[in-house]
């Protein structure tokens, strides 16, 4: 075997290697996001219903930025300070907000870095409502475990090609 043949092959073999890691990180990162498991067991429900919270109240950035801003002790302390409550997830709530510590939420709702994707384009400019994307949260008693729905891409596009808007890959492809 000449070498031109042997460089071919070496170069074939090296493209089937990358395009097998590029596949399994793929996979790794957006297939595999299940079973996330919270910090703190939040309870949509408890503060949408009882309390009157709308998404916005916590998630405020969604509006004015491309991602959408987790509430933190700055927020829930203002109504989470005490610890010495009979639940013990308020309880952990308060000895953040107490000793200054940042809850480490676990991100559930991921695109891959390779797209783009804006919440204020979708709630903002669209005015598409939360639900649309993220199911009946208002229902949830426990955090999410898992993103809904699964945040594929043929997910994406049919939503764009049901309101009339552009499937064009630079829209999100950057």
Same mark, same amino acid.
């Given at each position: ?14 493209? +089937? ?8 990180? *793929? ?6 996001? *299940? ?57 952990? +709530? ?11 939420? +676990? ?57 009339? +808007? ?9």
């Amino acid at each position: 075997m000449n070498i031109k043949a042997k460089l071919i092959k070496a170069f074939a073999l090296s493209i +089937v290697i990358i395009s097998g890691l590029f596949i399994f990180i *793929s996979w790794a990162t957006a297939e595999n996001q *299940s079973n996330f498991i919270q910090p703190i067991a939040y309870n949509h429900k408890l503060h949408i219903e009882d309390i009157g919270f709308a998404c916005l109240d916590c998630h405020s950035n969604a509006e004015t930025h491309a991602r959408a801003s987790i509430p933190n002790v700055e927020f829930c302390g203002d109504c989470h300070d005490d610890t010495e409550v009979e639940n013990p997830e308020e309880s952990k +709530v308060a000895e953040h907000v107490n000793n200054d510590i940042q809850i480490k939420w +676990v991100q559930v709702h991921k695109v891959p870095d390779y797209a783009y994707f804006s919440h204020r384009r979708h709630v903002k400019l669209a005015q598409i409502e939360c639900e649309t994307c993220h199911g009946e949260v208002s229902q949830m008693e426990n955090p999410f475990v898992s993103p809904f729905p699964s945040m594929k891409m043929s997910w994406c596009m049919d939503c764009h090609t049901e309101r009339g +808007v552009t499937n064009d890959c630079y829209a999100c492809h950057r």
